[in-house]
C-alpha cells in the first residue's frame, strides 16, 4: 500500500481533509489459501464447505476505482457433492459496479452457470445514496449442458439423460428488484424401472417465470410421449387471497418431473390425470376443486415399511371435502384406503378413513406378515392433530426366516469426540411438552402366531410426538396363549407391557410348565431395554441352576438332590441336540410342523420321536414313533388333544398295536 499524509500528522481534521486520497494504490494478493470447516469455524461461519481460494485486490489512487479477481478451486460440500470452480471478477470505479461469476465443473471445465450483475453507479453515490434506490442491471445464464452432469453437483442421480438450458434477467432497483426467467428441458429421462422397465422421458419441457416487484407469474409446460402437463399461476404476498392457479394434466408420467424433488420424493412415480383449480393463496378462504387420478403409482413410505407400487389413488375434491379411494401393494401384501378430508378453505380440518391391510410385512431382521383393519378419525385444533385409531380383525403372523441381520448400534469404534469415544447408549426421550400429534389407539383381540407363540393381544395407547420425540403411554396385553420352547408347551399366565410415557416399556410376563412332580415358573419383568429374568418352581425345592436346566430342555429326575444330577445333565443334552436338529429339519419339510422332539427311554417308556402341529389354538396333533417299542406300547401311534382351557384337555390316542386311549385331564398343582 501507498499512503499520504497531511503536514500535520497529529492533526486529525487534516487526516478527515485527506479522506480517500490517503490511499495512493494498493493490492493485495493470496494463493492457494486453505479453506475448510476448522478454518471457517474461526470465521465464525459454520459450514462443510472444503477448498482453496486465490485472491487478487488492486485499489488505484485515491480509491477511485478498486478490481478484485478470486478462484474458487475444487469446492465442495453441503450442497456441493461434485467439486466445481468458481471465478469471480469484479469492478468499482467511478461510473458503475460490475461483477461476473462463472461456475466450472469436472475435468473438462466447461462453464456451466454465468452470472453477471450491475449496477450503473459510481462509487461516489454508493457511499452517500440509499443503497435500496440503487438501480440494479443483471443476467444469469445457464449454458446447454447435460443434466445428469449438472444435477450430479449437487448430489442428485435421478436423471439419466436430457439437457437443461436458460437464462434470468434482474433490474429495477436493489429494494425492489424484477426478474423474468426463462428455463428449458429436453429429453429428461430417470433411471430404469424395476426389473429394466423403461420409463416416460419428457421430450420439451419450459419454465417462464417473472416478477415485477409486487406480483409473481409463472407458467410450466412439459410434454411426453402420449402426456402433457401444464401448470399457471398467479399471485402476490400482499394479496394472497386473489392468487391464482390452474393445473391441467393427460395422461403424464411424473417420475421425470418427481426425480427433482428432495429426498424419498425423488423416487416417486405414477400416471397422472387432474384438473384442479385454485382461488386464493390463504388456506383460511382459498378455495380448491377439481380432481386427480393417479396410476401405475409407486411411491416410497418410509424405511421400514416399503414402498406401495402398482398403486391407484383418485381424489374428488370438492367444496368443504376431499373424497379419497386408493389402493396399491405393499411387499406382497395390499393396502387399501377409502375416506374423507373436510376442508376450510384449503385448510384440512380432519376427516374419517379406513385402512384396510392384507399380508403387508415391515422391512427389518423379523418380518411379520400383518392383516389389519384400521378405522381414524382425525380432527385439527390450531396446529395440534388428533387421531382415534381404532385396529379390527387383526392378525400377526412371524415367519421362520428373518430378514437381514441389523447392524450393531451405537457409535463406530474409532470416533473419538474431544478425546472421548461415544458410548452410543442413549436413553429414551422424555415425551413432547406440546405434541403436533396425539393419537389415540385402541387394538381389539389380534392374534399372534410364530414358530415359538400363539396369543391374543389387546390393548389401547395414547401416542404423542412432535419433530423430536415420541411419548407412548398405555398398556398392551395378551389375553391368552402358549408357548412352545425346546420342544415343550409352556402355558401364557401373563404377557404384558406397560407404556409409562417412553417408548421403553415395563415388561410383565408370567409363563409356566406342568411337569409330572412340579411346576416351573419363569418370568420377565423390567424394562425392554433392560429385562430381568426370575425363576421359580411349586414345590419350590430346585436350585436356579436346575431351574435353568428344565427351561432349556432338561427333565426333572424325581429327587433335585445331587444323585439325579448326572440323569438331567443327559436330559437336557439330549434336548439341546434334539432341537438343533429340529431347526434344520423344519426347513427341509414341505408341510408347517410345530414340534419335533426327540424323548429318551424312561423306566415307564421307551425312546421316541414325536412330530405335532396345532391345527387350530386349541386342537393338537401329534404321531409318535417308538424306536425299541416295548410289549405294552404301540410302535407307532397318533394322539389327538382339545384343550377346553389351559388346565382341562381331552385327549384321545390310538396306534397300530391297539393301545388306545381317551383320557379327560384336568392339571391342578396344590
Known sequence: AQLAAPARLADPEAWRALGTRAIRAASLRAKDLRIDPGTLARAGLASTLRGTATLDLEVADAMRAIHVTADLAELRGTPIAKPVDLHLDATLDGSAADATLAMTADRRKVTMLEVHARVPVGLDRLRTGDPRALPIAGTVKLAATSAPRLLAVFGRREVVGGTLAGDATVGGTIGKPTVTAHVTATDLAPPQGLHGKPVQAIAHATLDASWDGRTGK??????????????AARGSPYDLAHGTAQITAT??????????????????????????????????????????????????IAPTVGTLHDASLDAQIRAHDILIDGRGKLGAGTATLDGSIALDGASLTGGKAK??????????????????????????????????????????????????????????ADLIVDGERPTGHTSP????????????????????????????????????????????????????????LFGRRY??????????????????????????????????????????????????????????????????????????????????????????????????????????RYEAATTSNSAAITVGTWITHQVFFSYREHLEARPDENTGEGTL??????????????????????????HHRY
Open 429 to 484: 426421550s422424555a415425551p413432547p411438552p406440546e405434541p403436533v400429534i396425539v393419537a389415540h389407539v385402541t387394538l381389539h383381540p389380534t392374534q399372534v402366531q410364530s414358530e415359538e407363540v400363539r396369543t391374543v393381544i389387546a390393548g389401547k395407547l395414547a401416542i404423542t410426538a412432535d419433530a423430536r420425540s415420541v411419548g407412548v403411554t398405555g398398556t398392551i396385553s395378551a389375553e391368552r396363549g402358549d408357548l412352545d
Open 251 to 300: 395422461r403424464f408420467d411424473t417420475s421425470p418431473l418427481l426425480a427433482f424433488a428432495p429426498g424419498p420424493a425423488g423416487a416417486a412415480r405414477g400416471q397422472l390425470d387432474a384438473s384442479l383449480a385454485v382461488r386464493g393463496f390463504d388456506l383460511r378462504t382459498s378455495q380448491i376443486t377439481g380432481e386427480l387420478h393417479l396410476r401405475d403409482a409407486r411411491v416410497p
Open 641 to 666: 388333544e382339545y384343550w377346553f382351557t389351559r388346565r382341562l384337555e381331552l385327549q384321545a390316542t390310538a396306534g397300530d398295536r391297539n393301545y388306545d386311549s381317551v383320557d379327560l385331564l384336568w
Open 491 to 596: 402355558t401364557v399366565d401373563r404377557a404384558s407391557a406397560y407404556f409409562d410415557g417412553t417408548t421403553d416399556p415395563v415388561l410383565d410376563i408370567r409363563i409356566f410348565y406342568n411337569f409330572t412332580d412340579v411346576t416351573t415358573i419363569t418370568e420377565v419383568r423390567g424394562r425392554l431395554s433392560k429385562p430381568e429374568l426370575v425363576l421359580s418352581s411349586n414345590p419350590g425345592t430346585y436350585t436356579q441352576a436346575q431351574l435353568v436346566g428344565f427351561l432349556l430342555g432338561g427333565e426333572p429326575g424325581g429327587d433335585p438332590s445331587s444323585a439325579g444330577l448326572g440323569q438331567q445333565a443327559t436330559s437336557l443334552g439330549t434336548s439341546l441336540v434334539a432341537n438343533q436338529l429340529t431347526r434344520y429339519v423344519r426347513k427341509a419339510l414341505p408341510i408347517d410342523i410345530d414340534v419335533i
Open 355 to 412: 385402512l384396510v391391510l392384507r399380508k403387508v410385512s415391515p422391512i427389518g431382521a423379523v418380518q411379520p406378515t400383518i392383516d389389519a383393519d384400521v378405522s381414524a378419525t382425525l380432527a385439527r385444533k390450531g396446529t395440534q392433530w388428533t387421531a382415534d385409531l381404532v385396529v379390527d380383525r387383526g392378525k400377526i403372523v412371524i415367519p421362520n426366516s428373518s430378514g437381514e441381520k441389523l447392524k450393531p448400534i451405537g457409535a463406530p
Open 218 to 231: 409463472l407458467a410450466l409446460d412439459a410434454s411426453e410421449a402420449g402426456g402433457a402437463l401444464h401448470v
